[in-house]
């Protein structure tokens, strides 16, 4: 059957997340052509108190209850696919985030219907639904046919406009009974981010180092240049996972988003889930030895080259000027 | 613990990557394989539990090109056994692979009450893209991803894991065994070991090489095709040498009034 295309809401801690109303507005436009209505599905607890931004959706649908604060996967995933077979839906649209991470493949398997991961852009031709999606940190696109229109989506953050998902509107709000399955949940607390000594997020100016930076010892580089530039130094996921600094400096999908003034991308090939972090930036500066380096799509200024050859007379340059 | 670790080789997205002639594959001449970089954080955590709670680690691979010293690095860096999957596994992707890996582990009976499968939470070489969870589903255990630490109670026989969320906000899980967990970070950063040592394996130890059925229900989404992203052409691209290069850099932030 064809009857509907949904929307799984993305919501954290009592707020409906970004990408939910990105994936409205896509969802919207599919419903739209295969001629179905669009349901935002919503599960968690105090979650009502969301459906009045889902108003662009023909029509809500409530799982609200106390033990589903936060559902792992396969939870979330079999509450999903009751409703899915329930509303006879064709498409299901969720979000490529931590948060929602598994529940895709999970349904996928469940359900016999293809996962689509990673999707940045979407065609109609000839009544087929083409789905593009970004691999291999964003160096390669690929484009697949959904069969018969029917699968499930992963919408990568930032991909679409969050305006096309809002609306004035309200839907009708449909409270789904909570299946009995649903066990004690498994979610004990949450753990909230550490405080450094830097809160990045409130700098004008972000000296950023990944991979490109080499070691511990080659940060002092960036800290040098940030001294004379007057920013902190961030970093990409591969340097914290290395611990060269601490989580508290990450940009990124797990990490922090930043929007500085300058954001200057030393060594960083700017994966999705890095772009994700720092692509509002007022301005990006990126030095990569990679010409290929997809942080050269969003930066405003590029230089391909060696950032240890570089740095060190920039810092002098600027320690000069101020003199 | 009885802790099983899957590894798969993946293109090094540093190197160039070209596109073959088909349109839908990458061209395996320009391939450079090496480990997923989340799997070698799974070994790591693997190691780390064992230290902490005793136990084996058992590591699991497809063939591939290169894989071979992936395998003698995680040995060097703790694991006790290592498994090769033989065949060509190119072109499978995540559903497929995790079926291989189900397969294998329930035919050879190897999950007890005490066990703990990791791999790593996510690679970008397929369109699935997740294959810890497949896996999970494959196994019918529970599965969770993301995670960044984990706890075992030996008194309950269960784990307390972490998994990431966003802005640095995680969440705790009590999590049964046996279990699946996909592994975004372990504890630590991934050990050094150095070359002498990894040497030194590939003289003493074993892996272990096993045939295997290709015959499988899910081969995965078939890719009409590749393509590189269109540069946006936004970036204004600054040429020269070093000297000039940080010359043209304090201009345009003293223009743009940023220093």
Known sequence: MNNSVIVLVEHLRGNIVDITYEMLGVGKKIAQHLNVPLLALVIGKDVSKLTPNLGLADSVLLLDDEKLEITPPQLTAKLVENVYKQKQASILLLACTNITAGVGPILARRLDLPFINFCKTFRFENGDLFLTSQLYGGKILSEVKLIDNKGIVGIYPGSFPLDAGKSDRTAPVEELEVPDFVPEPSFKKYIEPELGDIDITKENILVSVGRGIQNKDNIEIAEELAEAIGGAVSASRPVVDQGWLPLTRQVGKSGMIVKPKLYLALGISGAPEHQEGMKNSETILAINTDPKAPIFNIAHYGVVGDLFEIVPILTEKLKQRKG | ?259
């Open chain 2, 1 to 259: 613990m009885n802790l099983i670790v899957f590894l798969k080789m993946v293109p090094d997205t540093v190197e160039e990557l070209k596109i073959a002639s088909d349109g839908k594959t990458l061209d395996p001449d320009w391939l450079r394989m090496k480990a997923n970089e989340n799997d070698e954080h799974a070994v790591e955590e693997a190691v780390i539990l064992k230290e902490k709670y005793g136990g084996t680690v058992t590591l699991v691979t497809l063939d591939a090109p290169e894989v071979d010293e992936a395998i003698y690095t995680a040995l060097a860096k703790g694991c006790d056994k290592a498994v090769k999957i033989l065949g060509d596994w190119q072109n499978f992707t995540s559903p497929a692979i995790a079926e291989v890996f189900a397969k294998y582990l329930k035919e050879n009976n190897l999950i007890d009450s005490k066990t703990l499968i990791l791999t790593g939470s996510q690679a970008t070489d397929d369109i699935e893209g997740e294959l810890v969870y497949y896996l999970g589903e494959y196994l019918e255990l529970p599965v969770y991803g993301v995670v960044t630490y984990v706890q075992y109670n030996e008194n309950k026989n269960n784990i307390l894991i972490r998994k990431e969320f966003s802005g640095g906000l995680r969440g705790e899980f009590e999590v049964e065994l046996p279990a699946v967990l996909g592994i975004q970070a372990a504890e630590n950063p991934p050990r050094y070991v150095p070359i002498a040592k990894i040497r030194a394996m590939m003289k003493s130890a074993n892996i272990e090489e096993l045939e295997f059925t290709q015959d499988f229900a899910s081969k995965g989404i078939e890719i009409e095709k590749l393509y590189e992203p269109e540069v946006a052409g936004k970036a204004v691209m600054l040429e020269g040498n070093p000297e000039e290069i940080a010359t043209k850099i304090v201009e345009i932030l003293t223009d743009k009034g940023l220093i």
